[in-house]
């Protein structure tokens, strides 16, 4: 008897912390198999690039970086964060691609401090810092995309409720009214007053 309330009661108990991080949980998979795919396009386009072509390290890995962004833009918005709140394909592109060049300072970083620090200048010693960069840019990548360029429906109805939102731009508030831009002047109407301040 114990054996079997063994698995329902351990069943139980993760059940619980499943259900409050289920979608962490998913958007991180997804996020790690674009993000898998885009090291493999990084390190397809800057193996070559580094050593037969013979361009430097951080000339190759800026390349691979592009070629790799684009794939995981595309993979991302898509699929990974299809269901949350973007600005617009453009809007979101240009914060993608200014945070993935954050992303890309840090592989700069730790390829920099590999080669010309360290003197580590070998092709597997160049490869390896170029992963642990991914790595570390990688950590920073999905924190930031969560928080600046596909955010939560709730939090993207906040911030126009409070005006953050492009000016000029009309959107539906919750109760179906059609609401003008940032610049219009409008009468305090009941959905806005019991906003937190």
Do not use: C
């Amino acid at each position: 008897m114990s054996s079997s309330r063994l698995p329902s009661s351990l069943f139980q108990r993760l059940a619980g912390p499943y259900r409050r991080f289920r979608r962490i949980i998913h958007e991180g998979a997804k996020f790690l198999i674009v993000g898998a795919i885009g090291i493999g396009i990084t390190n397809l386009v800057f193996i070559p690039l580094r050593g037969p072509l013979g361009l430097g390290p951080l000339t190759s890995v800026t390349i691979a970086t592009i070629a790799a962004t684009t794939f995981t833009f595309l993979g991302n918005r898509y699929w990974s964060f299809r269901h949350r709140e973007g600005a617009g394909t453009a809007r979101e592109g240009a914060t993608f691609f200014m945070l993935n060049g954050v992303g890309l300072l840090i592989q700069y970083a730790v390829l920099g401090l590999s080669n010309y620090a360290l003197g580590l200048t070998t092709k597997i010693e160049n490869v390896i810092a170029v992963n642990v960069g991914i790595g570390l840019g990688t950590l920073f990548r999905f924190w930031s995309y969560r928080k600046w360029v596909w955010v939560p429906h709730e939090v993207m109805l906040e911030r126009l409720r409070r005006g953050r939102h492009r000016k000029g731009r009309r959107d539906t508030t919750a109760h179906g009214s059609v609401t003008a831009g940032v610049g219009a002047s409008r009468p305090a109407s009941a959905d806005t007053q019991d906003l937190p301040g």
